[in-house]
């Protein structure tokens, strides 16, 4: 699975739009991106994935550029309940090793009233 | 639906002891994985098991074990227990990399919280 890096923390205040990128230069053609969130004492919950260009749900959108080596997950108007630890991860769901599931450090998300 | 259950929420066990933890997976899924989170290292997997098979396996010494049963229920045991060994320990179901169709989610449960004294 592919490498991915991203910044260990940041900080925002409620309302305002949040931009997390992550860097993953060694993506493979068959890899998906994939974020998730995470609370103290509770597992990771998937937050979106993507292959290319944009996504978008009901809590977030994903934008990957056309070379995938890297992509930016933006929370909008966020609120004192996105604080969080987010994880951004690579891998081919379509291969037996994706469940191999590799963390990195994540983004550790303050938002501030 | 439910989702994914782990079984105990919380644990105290001395040094030297062994324990066996729970995972119930989502219905219909197939693949379960372990992890170990600590303070220090982070999230870092333990293994997986696809149809009572493990299929993939990180990089923990030989007393970290599980199986699946064949209702994909899972099981992983820590023999030995050390100190370092407290940590919460996290399930996850999945039908990724199942051949399943496009199902890339993993779903993880609350977690057991071990505590080694």
């Known amino acids: 699975l592919a490498k991915t890096t991203q910044p260990i923390s940041m900080d925002s205040y409620e309302g305002q739009e949040v931009n997390i990128t992550c860097s993953h230069n060694?993506?493979?053609?068959?890899?998906?991106i994939t974020w998730y969130q995470q609370f103290p004492s509770q597992g990771p919950r998937f937050i979106i994935q993507g292959y290319k260009t944009k996504v978008t749900n009901e809590v977030a959108s994903l934008f990957i550029p056309a070379d995938r080596k890297s992509s930016t997950l933006s929370l909008p108007r966020v609120s004192l309940s996105d604080t969080a630890v987010y994880y951004c991860l690579v891998g081919d769901p379509f291969s037996g090793g994706y469940n191999k599931l590799i963390f990195g450090a994540g983004t550790r998300l303050a938002v501030h009233p | 639906k439910a989702g994914v259950t782990q079984t105990p929420r919380y644990l105290i066990k001395t040094r030297g002891q062994q324990v066996t933890l729970s995972c119930s997976p989502i219905?219909?899924?197939?693949?379960v994985s372990w992890y170990q989170q600590t303070p220090g290292q982070g999230l870092q997997f333990l293994f997986e098991y696809f149809s009572e098979t493990q299929r993939n396996k990180g990089n923990f010494p030989g007393r970290f074990s599980g199986r699946q049963f064949s209702n994909s229920r899972s099981e992983m045991n820590v023999s030995t227990l050390e100190l370092g060994d407290s940590a919460l320990y996290l399930c996850?179901?999945?039908?990724?990399?199942?051949?399943?169709?496009?199902?890339?989610?993993?779903?993880f449960g609350q977690g057991t919280r071990l505590t080694v004294v």
């Open positions: 060694n993506i493979a053609t068959n890899d998906y």
């Open positions: 219905s219909g899924h197939r693949s």
């Open positions: 996850a179901s999945s039908n990724a990399g199942t051949g399943m169709g496009p199902n890339t989610e993993a779903f």
